[in-house]
């Protein structure tokens, strides 16, 4: 049974930071893919960066490229996504999800957390 937990988000003004993390258990991640993605209220899921669970392979949504960044440490079995220079556009249910396939379309990823809000005040 695949678990992915969230968890850092919350509240903060433009221009700040938050970090997220996406605790993942259940099985051997090697060749998984773990991405980040988020919902905005009326708007479709979007991928924001994904990271090859094996590798440093990353790629980021253009709109989050140069503010945001993926890691992952393999001891704790954990993905972060560190946010800077937040903008009030950034504010989402943020989701991490994992899968066998390396892609940024949402309905490839048969794995998915609970999802964890950041809201960014202007």
């Known amino acids: 049974q695949v678990q992915l937990v969230e968890s850092g988000g919350g509240l903060v003004q433009a221009g700040g930071s938050l970090r997220l993390s996406c605790a993942a258990s259940g099985r051997t991640f090697r060749n998984y893919a773990i991405a980040w993605f988020r919902q905005a209220p009326g708007k479709e899921r979007e991928f924001v960066a994904r990271?090859?669970?094996?590798?440093?392979?990353?790629y980021y949504a253009d709109s989050v490229k140069g503010r945001f960044a993926i890691s992952r440490d393999r001891d704790k079995n954990t993905i972060y996504l560190q946010m800077n220079s937040l903008k009030p556009e950034d504010t989402a249910v943020y989701y991490c999800?994992?899968?066998?396939?390396?892609?940024?379309?949402?309905?490839?990823?048969?794995?998915w957390g609970q999802g964890t809000q950041v809201t960014v005040s202007s």
């Open positions: 999800a994992a899968g066998g396939v390396v892609t940024v379309v949402p309905t490839m990823y048969p794995y």
């Open positions: 990271i090859v669970w094996s590798g440093y392979s990353t």
